[in-house]
């Protein structure tokens, strides 16, 4: 996910980090609730740092960090004594402070002394801000170029910026507090056994006119922020699951949590919620990342996925332009909100450098059009996903050889345009770089996926002559990939082709996504099986996402050796398409348990150190957390193993449960289906449901997947060479 070029990775966040988020505000504290401008803290807005600083001492201390406890994404107890300056080791005074995101940060102090003597406080808090755009603070190249100013207002701090025209400002309340420019103090004395409270805000403002701060208030006398209150109507409508396995259902309920704190809203339409990719920095609408987690999400929301369509649809390229890498039909890559700085990719605040985003859109589009989402919704955006596929053609395989292959356009733009996107991070089995143009193995399995829905779609409305053209695109991409992609002497794929056509011989995980959607033939599964559960490539946590045996291995880099949920959750599902269960069952087993070791929340990736040699999975020290895929991975694991499917139009859900005995029985209800709610149980593998609309019934089996259908339907022709 994480947009590296060769020079701007993002530094580790260090040990016992907190992160906050809420939409696509988010704040990054030290373990006891201070805010460091010279580490990548902060408190953001809009992608920028309105806080860079936020230190609270009591009597001139720093607070000794005793626990951080997370209550929901949005807000944390951070919980602190003040260090004796007597020598002795126990303090007398804790500190509470529990502080919420949303449109800034509001945080409740609390100083409780539990000495028998009053005790006499200066409380103080350092503000500062330095409107760092969110690429300045990721990559650790903060630019003083703001020009700062600090006054008092209505007993208020105000820390204002300009720079060139452009004006930014934070507004900072404390009542009762004695407020300067150079900060916030309270004097006081706290009884003994006694507390003491007081209330932080710090909002973004605007230089004029100056609106009064947002408020963190429980106007509703409900007790609740309008946090809680969205967290409220998000667990409303999510299903509610109850498994035999008590870990397991931990990491689910995690999953659902954290995936509603990642919803945020399109500025321009605020009914329609998509996913953010990731925090700490990428609390943004991605192309690629959102449609995954979208699809992956299905069983539980949809309409996320018909949000995060419907917001790129209303972003599809128009024109040509080489710095945003923008194409007529292409779907984005990421939008930033107000980077002023120009280190966003391609300079700008929506970049287009992304291969695979487009055929995604039209996948994901199929997949949602089987959830039974209104077929006037389906057809407003048909227009849209066949701009995407006349982008394949025209633009996304330039050199007409029915492959879509990928180079940057400019020198600011990603170098890597798939999924691994780091610089380094296709390469051949020798360890050296591919050079572009680079067609992906799994892009042409989401192309081949993206016809085959197109074709369905098509089909389903009765547009014959269309989804005849899109099945022969498919069966034809099917046929060449199988002859050129496939390396018979080492019994798997090529992750790519290079810009001269050869063969990018390294084993990696990629293939494993050209499972997933049929691309590969039945006769060499086996073989791509074998090797995806060889030892060099599966951990014992994972699969990795470079064999051990490459020349570019490294268990502790991005994209060469490390292990991605994701990635395995995609894969998963591949084999239990062609059939591998027991293989499905080890991979889906081991990152559920790796979950056991983050409480719950499986991360963004983690290092591909073998299990036998760690025995426990190694953090990578940049990973998100929480992040889109991986949060829905669990999601998407446990579904694959319900087998867990449905097709409205076809009038069908299936569930032919294949769950491990350890999982135990398992039940969900409030599961949405068509416009109304199931409850589903399986108990010894033997599956019930109840509540199906009108028009649904359960099926026998597995749900026939689209290039079934297709084939069912005659759309492929007769000659042999069109059977995919």
């Avoid at 916030?184 to 609106?211: C, D, E, K, N």
């Amino acid at each position: 996910m994480a947009g590296w070029n060769q020079d701007n990775a993002a530094g580790p966040l260090g040990a016992g980090t907190v992160t906050l988020i809420e939409g696509s505000s988010f704040c990054i504290s030290s373990p006891n609730g201070d805010i460091y401008p010279e580490h990548p803290h902060g408190v953001f807005f809009q992608d920028t740092r309105i806080l860079s600083g936020w230190r609270l001492t009591v009597n001139g201390q720093a607070l000794e960090a005793m626990v951080a406890d997370i209550k929901e994404p949005y807000r944390a107890l951070f919980v602190g004594r003040v260090p004796r300056v007597d020598g002795y080791a126990d303090s007398s005074l804790i500190v509470e402070r529990l502080r919420e995101v949303g449109a800034g940060i509001q945080e409740q102090v609390t100083v409780r002394n539990f000495s028998l003597e009053p005790t006499e406080c200066a409380i103080s808090l350092a503000v500062e801000a330095d409107f760092a755009d969110l690429f300045e603070v990721k990559e650790a190249r903060a630019i003083q170029r703001w020009e700062k100013t600090r006054h008092v207002e209505e007993g208020s701090l105000v820390i204002g910026g300009a720079w060139q025209d452009v004006r930014k400002g934070v507004q900072v309340q404390a009542p009762g507090a004695d407020v300067s420019q150079d900060g916030i103090t309270y004097r006081l004395v706290v009884p003994a056994h006694g507390q003491w409270s007081t209330i932080f805000t710090a909002v973004p403002r605007s230089h004029t006119p100056i609106p009064p701060p947002p408020s963190f208030t429980h106007s509703q006398g409900d007790g609740l922020s309008p946090r809680d209150r969205r967290r409220q109507e998000w667990v409303a409508k999510i299903p509610m699951l109850q498994m035999g396995n008590k870990s397991i259902e931990r990491t689910l309920r995690r999953s659902y949590d954290d995936l509603g704190a990642l919803r945020i809203e399109d500025p321009n339409h605020p009914d329609r919620v998509v996913v953010a990719a990731g925090a700490p920095w990428f609390m943004t609408l991605f192309g690629r990342d959102s449609l995954l987690a979208a699809e992956m999400a299905l069983p539980v929301d949809p309409s996320l996925a018909l949000g995060t369509l419907q917001t790129l649809a209303d972003r599809q390229g128009k024109v040509v332009d080489p710095i945003s890498e923008e194409e007529p039909g292409k779907i984005l890559h990421e939008i930033r909100l107000d980077v002023s700085s120009g280190l966003s990719l391609g300079g700008k605040s929506t970049y287009y450098g992304s291969v695979d985003a487009t055929p995604l859109f039209v996948l994901v589009l199929g997949s949602v059009s089987r959830y039974g989402v209104a077929k006037d919704t389906i057809a407003e955006l048909l227009p849209n996903a066949d701009r995407a596929l006349a982008w394949i053609s025209e633009y996304g395989d330039k050199d007409g050889d029915g492959f879509v292959e990928y180079e940057r356009l400019n020198d600011r733009g990603l170098i890597n345009q798939g999924w691994k996107d780091s610089w380094d991070g296709i390469n051949f089995a020798d360890g050296h770089l591919a050079e572009p143009p680079i067609a992906l193995c799994e892009v042409q399995g989401y192309v081949y996926a993206a016809y085959t829905a197109r074709a369905w779609m098509a089909y389903d409305a009765g547009d014959m002559a269309l989804a005849q053209d899109y099945a022969g695109r498919a069966a034809q991409l099917k046929k060449r990939f199988n002859e050129e992609f496939w390396m018979p002497e080492r019994g798997y794929y090529a992750v790519a082709l290079d810009g001269k056509k050869r063969q990018v011989d390294a084993c990696a995980s990629n293939m494993g996504h050209c499972l997933v959607y049929g691309l590969i033939d039945d006769d060499k599964a086996p073989m791509v099986v074998e090797r995806l559960m060889s030892p060099e490539m599966f951990s014992g946590w994972g699969i990795r996402t470079l064999a051990s045996d490459m020349g570019a291995y490294n268990p502790a880099s991005y994209h060469n050796g490390s292990v991605w949920p994701h990635d395995n959750a995609l894969i998963a599902s591949g084999l239990l398409r062609y059939g591998f269960i027991a293989e499905a069952q080890r991979v889906s087993t081991a990152l559920l348990e790796a979950a056991d070791y983050s409480e719950g929340r499986l991360p963004e990736l983690f290092c591909g150190f073998d299990r036998d040699q760690i025995s426990e999975p190694v953090p990578y020290p940049t990973a998100c957390s929480p992040q889109a895929w991986a949060a829905t991975t669990p999601i998407r694991l446990v579904t694959n193993l319900m087998r867990y499917d449905t097709h409205v139009s076809l009038g069908g859900l299936w569930v032919d449960p294949v769950l491990p005995e350890s999982y135990g029985d398992l039940h969900i209800s409030n599961a949405p289906m068509a416009g109304g709610r199931i409850t589903i149980d399986i108990a010894n593998s033997v599956p019930t449901v109840t509540g199906l609309p009108e028009g649904v019934e359960l099926r026998p089996g597995k749900r026939p997947y689209l290039t079934e259908l297709v084939e069912q339907a005659g759309l492929y022709g007769t000659g042999d060479d069109h059977q995919p």
